[in-house]
């Protein structure tokens, strides 16, 4: 079954609910973590990944911070900037507050092959730990992926909410300020403040509003251009929640807006709508890819669709599943995918259409609700 997001907002969530429901599930995800560190051949994982971090502990200020998970302990290590922050915040039972982070880990893990995320550990700062450790490191890579890709409940929550946010700032600024003669920078600066007042943390990232000749760039970010009568205006948005970000792209047009950008308009919100009724349990990434390129090949434009489907959104708003030619990935339910097909021609302009889908048991749900049909404005 599927559902098409387009039912409006929902009742605002009670965030101490879910921070309970999160501290409740903390022991059944360190369990899950370390049956991952067995299949890596050791018995303990450093998390210096700020993703990772806030993943195991809720520690909101992940960069700050990094997780020891050992067979009997797990640990938040942070500096004393943040006794009183680490103590109310993080759902580990043990916080250790220390300068020399390092030193705290090799203690702790003493005597243990510890791994740790490759990706993210610098190249002095392992060899000052396997120093101190006086033993080698296992690296990994994407340990922790596998857990992070499908959602809780909880975690599913907070993504309904920043989507709903997103949602009632873009209706509410596009309705107030789209018009010929508005700065790109002034609606950024304008949808950044309604998701803050609607309660975000903060932006998923650089708000895109790419107008004119600039909607051909795929991540245009707002400039100090006007938009003009005639353009076709991309904006791409996301607000942030307890740190779950979501995204969502939507275009406009200004005034009335020339061929062939109409048709490309067409094109593409065809081809992710077709999109969208492949996201289901089972279906792989590179298929569900393959449906948009389909549809846009089929309208002459696959050559300019120069980059992939979607991709998983969460405690990092660029995360697994991919939804690519390349992807390696199987939907499961609990899965949160952007499905964002786009057209980019150089001089002539572009635009992009994007949801954040949730998979469920049966096919899925689009979490987003603003209105995907062409609209003008001013």
Do not use: C
Not at 90 to 117: F, H, K, M, N, Y
């Amino acid at each position: 079954m599927t559902h098409d997001g387009a039912t409006g907002a929902g009742p605002r969530i009670d965030a101490d609910a879910l921070q309970a429901a999160a501290v409740a599930a903390a022991p059944a995800l360190l369990d899950a973590v370390r049956a991952r560190i067995g299949t890596a051949g050791a018995d303990a994982l450093l998390v210096t990944a700020p993703a990772n971090v806030r993943y195991l502990s809720g520690f909101s200020t992940p960069a700050d911070g990094r997780v020891l998970v050992t067979g009997d302990g797990a640990w938040l290590l942070t500096d004393e900037r943040y006794t009183v922050q680490a103590a109310a915040e993080s759902w580990l039972a043990e916080q250790v507050i220390a300068r020399d982070w390092l030193a705290r880990v090799a203690e702790l893990a003493a005597g243990q092959t510890l791994a740790i995320e490759a990706e993210h550990l610098t190249v002095a700062q392992r060899t000052t730990l396997e120093r101190k450790l006086g033993s080698t490191v296992v690296p990994t890579e994407g340990l922790l992926r596998p857990l992070r890709m499908r959602k809780r409940a909880f975690e599913i929550a907070w993504l309904r909410e920043a989507a709903r946010i997103t949602d009632v700032a873009l209706t509410r600024v596009v309705d107030d300020l789209l018009r010929p003669g508005v700065r790109e920078l002034d609606l950024a600066l304008e949808l950044e403040r309604a998701m803050r007042a609607e309660g975000a943390d903060g932006t998923s990232f650089d708000i895109i509003v790419a107008s004119g000749p600039r909607s051909a760039m795929p991540h245009g970010v707002a400039s100090t251009r006007r938009i003009e009568a005639g353009d076709l205006v991309t904006i791409d948005l996301g607000a942030r929640v307890a740190g779950y970000h979501a995204d969502m792209t939507r275009a406009f047009g200004v005034g009335r807006v020339a061929e062939p950008l109409r048709g490309w308009y067409r094109a593409v919100l065809a081809a992710q709508r077709a999109a969208l009724l492949a996201v289901a349990p089972g279906a792989t990434g590179v298929a569900v890819d393959g449906v948009a390129r389909e549809r846009l090949a089929e309208a002459g434009l696959a050559e300019y669709f120069t980059h992939s489907l979607g991709h998983g959104t969460g405690l990092e708003v660029h995360e697994g599943p991919s939804l690519s030619s390349r992807s390696t990935d199987t939907l499961e339910p609990g899965m949160v995918v952007t499905v964002e097909p786009g057209v980019y021609h150089a001089g002539q302009g572009g635009l992009r259409i994007e949801d954040l889908v949730l998979v469920t048991t049966d096919g899925h749900e689009v979490l987003s609700s603003t209105p995907k049909d062409y609209r003008e404005f001013g």
